[in-house]
């Protein structure tokens, strides 16, 4: 079974950075789509910045210029790099792996991030 260990959360000042780390236990990680969502409790789950097999690399608006998706294959590791947090950043923060040719999908457990006023 798939098992995806998020890390690197915490509490910042607005402004402040984080880097988030996500590492999968699976052989054919450089074969999987990576992507990381966050979640407020109470409301939907939202996709913040998505990384392919290719490194090609999409952002939600709400983060371009800021945030920073990365990977490296041969740690099996994803990397969300945070700039200039906002508290509207505060949520906790899951990685995903997926496969385009099977849909195979799998979950983190999530990191909390907080940023204060």
């Known amino acids: 079974q798939v098992q995806l260990v998020e890390s690197g959360g915490g509490l910042v000042q607005t402004g402040g950075s984080l880097r988030l780390s996500c590492v999968a236990s699976?052989?054919?990680?450089?074969?999987?789509?990576l992507s990381w969502y966050r979640q407020v409790a109470g409301k939907q789950r939202e996709l913040v910045a998505t990384i392919t097999t290719d490194e090609k690399s999409n952002y939600a608006d709400f983060v371009k210029g800021r945030f920073t998706i990365t990977r490296d294959n041969p740690k099996k590791t994803t990397y969300l790099q945070m700039n200039n947090l906002r508290p509207e950043d505060t949520a906790i923060y899951s990685c995903k792996l997926e496969s385009k040719k099977t849909g195979y999908t799998a979950w983190g457990q999530g990191t909390q991030v907080t940023v204060s006023s």
């Open positions: 699976i052989w054919s990680f450089s074969t999987k789509d």
